[in-house]
């Protein structure tokens, strides 16, 4: 593997009688597709949260390109270039999609801070998530897909060198999804580092090359997408133990 890009050490996130995430270790490879997956509840988000900085760990280890980032902020993370989606999307309802984007670029790991680049920034990646029809609308005026696609905008329009997507195809058709996955395998094709949470299996096996399954916080399993959906203790996890 590549000289990772990310490198995750026993990481733990405790809330009040409740351990979320417990003792997770992994790394993520320079261009590297590593897909995060698990039941609702696993944990997955509570990682994501605390390597994009809006969550502190109650334990563990975070380093970003050689650097331990756990002190740091959020918005110094997204300086150097760790950008995310958010499962609960937040758009500013009363900015136009284009302004909501363009704030990606003013506050990302970016040297466009005119608001007039940052615009033009933003067009360029409404163009590439298939929303540049939209940009004079609301953010409050489009319906779930589309909030779907400008979260994905958002995130790229801070110049990311790592993204972070969570469920960025829950509640997509079909169609949708295969067009939200050839953007993913573009960024992947351009060697953007990605982790990806996903329910979504047939997105998972086309574009991880490596796997990593959280249950109640902890990880079961890693490996191709292949071995990972085929082992025991993962179906297991997911279909519930079966009753004799
Ligand atoms: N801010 C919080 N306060 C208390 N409990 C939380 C908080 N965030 C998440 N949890 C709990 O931590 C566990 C893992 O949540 P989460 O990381 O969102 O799971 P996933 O994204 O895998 O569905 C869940 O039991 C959830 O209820
Ligand atoms: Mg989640």
């Known amino acids: 593997m590549s000289e990772p890009i990310l490198e995750v050490g ?32 696993a944990g997955k988000t509570t990682v994501l949260s605390m390597v994009s900085g809006t969550l502190a760990p109650s334990e563990g280890t975070i380093v970003f390109e050689g650097r331990d980032i756990v002190p740091l902020p ?19 309802p009363g900015l136009t999609v284009l ?92 060697g953007l580092s990605i982790l990806v949470i996903e329910h979504v299996m047939k997105a998972v096996r086309s574009l991880s090359d490596r796997v990593l399954v959280l249950h109640h916080g902890v990880c079961i399993a890693e490996g191709t997408s292949e071995d990972v959906l085929n082992n025991p203790a993962v179906i297991e996890a997911y279909l519930g133990k079966r009753k004799t």
């Open 10 to 41: 026993h990481l733990t996130r405790r809330f009040a009688g409740l351990t979320a995430v417990k003792d997770v270790s992994f790394t993520l490879g320079r261009g590297e597709v590593l897909g995060l997956i698990g039941p609702n509840g």
């Open 74 to 92: 959020a918005f110094r993370r997204a300086h150097l270039g760790i950008g995310r989606t958010f499962q609960i999307m937040r758009p500013f």
């Open 99 to 190: 302004d909501n984007v363009a704030i990606g670029a003013l506050f990302g790991n970016t040297n466009k801070k005119a608001l007039a680049q940052a615009r033009e920034a933003a067009r360029e990646c409404l163009r590439r998530v298939d929303l540049h029809g939209r940009i004079d609308h609301r953010a409050d005026e489009l319906g779930g897909p589309d909030r779907k696609r400008l979260e994905l905008a958002k995130a790229l329009a801070m110049s990311p060198r790592m993204l972070l997507l969570d469920e960025v195809m829950a509640g997509l058709n079909l169609v949708e999804i295969d067009e939200v996955i050839d953007v993913i395998r573009s960024l992947r094709d351009e």
